[in-house]
């Protein structure tokens, strides 16, 4: 008896902390380079698309290991999860030496539709490499638009020339958000938690 009351304590933590972990993109959409500042093509292991997905490896250290996707000047990149987000963005830029004057730029937007292309976009936010890590909040775009629960992430570079002929634009390591927990979460753990005080009697 004690068993089953242990395993039905299990579930409700284990749900409770699913309904609370951020998720991460999972896929890439319309990724449309832009070029390193001296207009030349960016270099070919900086726009692996797939260095943008799943957890973000979140580090800096020199020499920086190719843990991101360049934008490129002007370039942009749209992101998906494999569902529905809301709340925050999670996000996390690769740059080494950002505060020594390597500052890169990129407008944030969120999306609604049924594919990256012919979704409806919302400005949220430029977001500077210098406070990378800082999650973003949707709350005033969700207050004005009235829209919780988004599709897709749009990154597009607004780097200025900072005089380095290699600089390559914003760099994404990493994007997460917040889940929709499932209308059916709450009842579960309404369930979980009835049966284990039945089973505890
Ligand atoms: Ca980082
Ligand atoms: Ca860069
Ligand atoms: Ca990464």
Avoid: C
């Amino acid at each position: 008896m004690k068993k089953v009351t242990l395993i039905g304590a299990l579930a409700m933590v284990s749900l409770a902390g699913a309904a609370q972990a951020q998720i991460w993109a999972s896929a890439a959409h319309n990724y449309l380079p832009g070029t390193q500042e001296d207009g030349s093509a960016l270099p070919v292991d900086r726009t692996n698309t797939a260095n943008a997905l799943g957890v973000p490896q979140n580090d800096d250290s020199f020499p920086d290991t190719i843990n991101f996707v360049s934008l490129g000047f002007g370039g942009q990149l749209t992101l998906s999860f494999g569902e529905q987000f809301k709340d925050t963005i999670y996000w996390y830029e690769t740059t080494f030496g950002a505060s020594f004057g390597h500052f890169e730029f990129a407008d944030l937007y969120v999306g609604t539709g049924a594919d990256a292309l012919s979704a409806t976009y919302h400005h949220v936010a430029n977001l500077s490499n210098l406070v990378e890590g800082v999650p973003v909040s949707l709350a005033t775009v969700q207050g004005n638009t009235g829209i919780f629960a988004w599709d897709f992430v749009k990154f597009v570079d607004t780097s200025s020339f900072i005089g380095l002929p290699y600089a390559d634009g914003f760099d994404i390591d990493g994007v997460g958000a917040d889940p929709i927990p499932a209308p059916g979460a709450a009842a579960l753990l309404g369930v979980g938690g009835l049966l284990a005080a039945r089973r505890r009697r």
